[in-house]
């Protein structure tokens, strides 16, 4: 019973030594004094978007015309990114 309870033992302490030995090979910021945090930063993107219009045009006679034209039109778009801060 003594055996069984020590071989119990041996195979926990070995799973975590194996556990501490597989992290310790990755290196985090907090290894080297860096502390890094990712801050939100709005920047902004154009697109083309379409829109659709009621115009008044002049045909040859000049008799005026109410028809439905489509515009395109530049607009900025915000978008929220993030960046990654150091110090």
Do not use: N, W
């Amino acid at each position: 019973m003594v055996r069984l309870f020590s071989i119990k033992r041996l195979a926990l302490a070995g799973v975590l030594a194996a556990a501490g030995l597989a992290s310790a090979g990755t290196a985090q910021a907090c290894d080297y004094g860096i502390d890094c945090y990712y801050k939100p930063v709005i920047t902004y993107r154009f697109e083309h978007v379409e829109t659709v219009r009621r115009v008044t045009v002049y045909d040859a006679y000049g008799c005026p015309q109410r028809v439905r034209k489509v515009f395109v039109e530049k607009v900025r778009v915000p978008v929220k990114t993030f960046v990654k801060v150091c110090y």
